[in-house]
């Protein structure tokens, strides 16, 4: 008869026990109490005695199975040389057990009521469900590290209760062994630099020189000593350093010292040294390792130097960056850099010149400065601008006022339609593809040039022809400035495109007061010469009442961690250009250093940050994906709440101040 059927004629004793609560209830019900308590007491009886034959017929099940694996141990012992178990999936109990399992996890005497989970730690059997013959996890018994294979004993019958699995122990403690023992010996590659050896030995004579060289030698090697590597210094401020992945994780926790121990090294001016390292793992030969070091090395100097940075197959890690950085450009690169983009621009059709996503003067003003260029080499231009969303709406009407612009801007779309295989795109004040006006623009150019003076983060553009990125300028106005003086007479500088890069500077600098140099007054001089008016840089600058009264209003949520980080978390949306002023607003009170401002605006938090001290607001937001330089920063955080964005804030505040 059909298996199924026979069950369903042989119901389960849950159905006799259900069938004499019915009859009892019924008793009790027509007031037959004495029917209804015999009843009762029956039903109770029934239950208890079929507990304990059940527990019986599961111990009399329990001891055939290990009377029938002793008894066919010996015959068995050359079939199954694994340590073997077979336990219930219900709850994991161990119905049976070879001794080779038994010797394996130690366990002897009664073996009755094992649980496999109290004999091998965090072990479940959900892989075994899932269908699975291999445990994802190795296993660790004592010295010991197992692979445990495993099948599930299927019943024919569905319904059947007894689910059983049998698990096999591979012992694999050798090869587990050898495998990290080749993950700890993986072949680091690093380059040590001393970025800043030119001031330091400007002007010396041979003598301090060779003092200098000794102390930084001896500061290195020191350094270096305990790692068991392989130390070389290959030109006047570059060493190669070689050790085993197994001390990487000594040097990161130790915050790499070096860093701090390398500035007691002064020259007689007083001057610090500072050095920079490269470091280039997980690649596939030492030459792969030792080319990760070297985008490493430009990846730090492209942010000021003295830092670490790491870099495997896949992604870039930062290692200090807290102190200011040091102006080391020359006008040579900048008289270099001039001669190359007039050939390019030369050698293209169209020009297409793109800043980041809303605009600010900055980006139009150096924008503007290469519209000068391009109109001295007589090259078709296009400013690539979303014009309805931009922080530099001043400058925008100033130019539709001057009558000589009108068909100078263009939205990103119709870009890419004029693009074509001549065309050259100029990048100017990002050096991130996510924050360009249109990502799909510079992905579709294969010629692109990018001016920017932010520090280089991660995820910076590849793939271009010319590379003008210095993070020791105040400005992309200021580059571009620069260039212009090799580039172009004065005369063909017009007094409005001298005013649009001038107030870019005055921008990022605030009025002169932050991350300005000798050559940022150069340029500024340059542009005054050239017809810019202060007077109309100052009312560019200008916001009306409203925005005023709104800037405070968001000073007003500002509240003070650490004494000296001003923090205002916002619960309504505001331009960005108003978040920023009053970031920088909050760094006119007294003793602030560093400012946040955070607003939503639809499902992101967008963060705008300041500083004037030593607190780098660049390595904090990049913890939470923003970027920019040491006093102005950036972030915009998609898919989390005003709360969470607020907590890892503090948490990489608190997280820089440690290092």
């Known amino acids: ?129 899932e269908g699975s013959t291999e445990c994802p996890q190795e296993a660790r018994i004592g010295q010991h590290r197992y692979r445990i294979y495993g099948s599930l004993v299927r019943s024919e019958d569905a319904e059947a209760s007894l689910l059983l699995a049998n698990l096999y122990l591979s012992d694999t403690t050798e090869l587990f062994n050898t495998k990290d023992e080749y993950y700890r010996s993986r072949p680091i590659v690093s380059m040590i630099l001393v970025d800043n050896y030119d001031e330091l030995t400007n002007n010396l004579p041979d003598g301090t020189i060779s003092s200098l060289d000794a102390q930084i030698n001896e500061k290195i090697g020191a350094w270096c000593r305990d790692l068991g590597g392989l130390l070389r210094k290959y030109e006047r401020n570059r060493y190669l350093l070689i050790f085993e992945a197994k001390d990487l994780p000594k040097l990161q926790e130790d915050k790499f010292s070096i860093l701090d121990e390398i500035r007691t090294v002064l020259n007689p001016s007083g001057v610090a040294a500072t050095v920079s390292l490269g470091i280039g793992k997980d690649g596939e030969s030492y030459q792969e390792n030792f080319s990760f070091a070297a985008l490493s090395i430009e990846m730090a100097l492209s942010r000021g130097g003295d830092q670490v940075v790491i870099k495997d197959r896949y992604n870039f890690n930062f290692f200090g960056g ?11 690169k900048a008289r270099v850099i001039a001669g190359s983009l007039t050939q390019l621009i030369n050698e293209s059709g169209l020009i297409l010149i793109m800043g980041h996503k809303m605009a600010d003067l900055d980006a139009l003003g150096a924008a503007m400065g290469l519209v000068t260029i391009c109109r001295k080499c007589q090259k078709t231009v296009r400013v690539v601008m979303d014009r309805e969303n931009t922080a530099a709406a001043s400058l925008l009407q100033a130019l539709d006022e001057h009558g000589d612009y009108g068909d100078l801007f263009i939205s990103g779309e119709d870009a890419l339609l004029a693009a ?37 983060a991660a995820d910076y553009i590849e793939r271009v022809v010319l590379n003008f990125h210095e993070p020791f300028a105040s400005s992309a106005s200021e580059l571009v400035a620069e260039l212009l003086q090799y580039a172009v007479d004065t005369k063909d500088i017009r007094p409005i495109e001298a005013r649009a890069l001038l107030s870019g500077i005055v921008l990022d600098t605030k009025n002169f007061s932050v991350r300005t140099g000798a050559r940022t007054f150069e340029a500024a001089a340059f542009l005054r010469r050239a017809g810019a008016d202060t007077v109309d840089v100052k009312k560019l600058l200008q916001s009306d009442l409203t925005d005023t009264v709104a800037r405070y209003q968001i000073i007003q949520k500002a509240r003070l961690y650490r004494n000296e980080i001003a923090v205002a978390p916002l619960d309504y949306t505001v331009p960005r250009p108003m978040a920023a002023a009053a970031a920088d607003e909050l760094l006119n009170v007294k003793g602030v250093t560093a400012s946040f401002v955070l607003f939503p605006d639809d499902d992101r938090i967008i963060v705008s940050a300041r500083s004037i001290g030593e607190t780098n607001v660049q390595v904090i937001l990049e913890a939470l994906g923003g970027g920019g330089n040491a006093a102005i920063a950036g972030a915009q955080i998609a898919g989390k709440d005003m709360r969470t964005v607020l907590e890892e804030l503090v948490a990489s505040i608190d997280k820089f101040f440690e290092r």
């Open 322 to 332: 807290r102190t200011k950085e040091t102006e080391r450009r020359t006008k040579v």
């Open 420 to 456: 074509d295989s001549k065309t050259l795109l100029i990048v100017v004040d990002t050096n991130r593809p996510t924050q360009v006006e249109n990502q799909a623009l510079l992905e579709s150019i294969n010629r692109v040039v990018v001016i920017d003076h932010h520090r280089r």
């Open 1 to 129: 008869m059909n298996k199924k059927l026979t069950r369903m004629l042989e119901p389960g004793m849950w159905v006799y026990f259900l069938a004499m609560a019915v009859v009892t209830g019924v008793c009790f019900w027509r007031r037959s109490f004495l029917a209804g308590a015999v009843g009762a007491a029956l039903l109770v009886v029934l239950f208890i005695y079929n507990n304990i034959m059940r527990l019986r017929r599961k111990k009399a099940l329990l001891s055939y199975l290990q009377h029938t694996a002793a008894t066919m141990a010996p015959e068995a012992k050359g079939l199954s040389p694994f340590p073997t178990a077979t336990i219930r999936m219900t709850d994991g109990e161990i119905v049976w057990a070879n001794e080779e399992f038994c010797e394996a996890v130690g366990v002897r005497g009664n073996r009755e009521y094992w649980k496999i989970d109290s004999i091998i730690p965090h072990f479940n059997t959900r892989w075994l469900t």
